[in-house]
């Protein structure tokens, strides 16, 4: 099983990227799915995340700007980031809460990373 991010890379400020991630491998359900950042020499931080029933939850300083969205059918989950600022650049990670194995648990699962990068 693992978590497999796409679509970062460069953009200018105002400017949108897409990202996407999509979970690979046998798994029983998919709980919350969500998105988070590391900026160079900052702690990760939690971007937004999405319930399987679609609730979601965003950091204050990307709200009204990123869409949090999932495709169950898909085990994807996607970022949309508009109005993009110099401060978003960071490595940005996927993490999915995956039900598997026998017994059932659960158990988080991060992806590789996409950099984003944002100029000004």
């Known amino acids: 099983v693992q978590l497999q991010a796409s679509g970062g890379g460069l953009a200018q400020a105002g400017g949108s990227l897409r990202l996407s991630c999509a979970v690979s491998?046998?798994?029983?359900?998919?709980?919350?799915m969500g998105w988070y950042r590391q900026a160079p020499g900052k702690q990760r931080e939690l971007v937004a995340t999405?319930?399987?029933?679609?609730?979601?939850n965003y950091a204050d300083s990307v709200k009204g700007r990123f869409i949090i969205s999932r495709d169950n059918a898909k085990n994807t989950v996607y970022l949309q980031m508009n109005s993009l600022k110099p401060e978003d650049t960071a490595v940005y990670y996927c993490?999915?809460?995956?039900?598997?194995?026998?017994?059932?648990?659960?158990?988080?699962?991060w992806g590789q990373g996409t950099l984003v990068t944002v100029s000004s």
């Open positions: 993490n999915a809460v995956l039900v598997l194995g026998d017994p059932l648990l659960s158990y988080s699962y």
């Open positions: 491998g046998s798994v029983f359900s998919i709980n919350a």
């Open positions: 999405i319930t399987s029933g679609h609730s979601t």
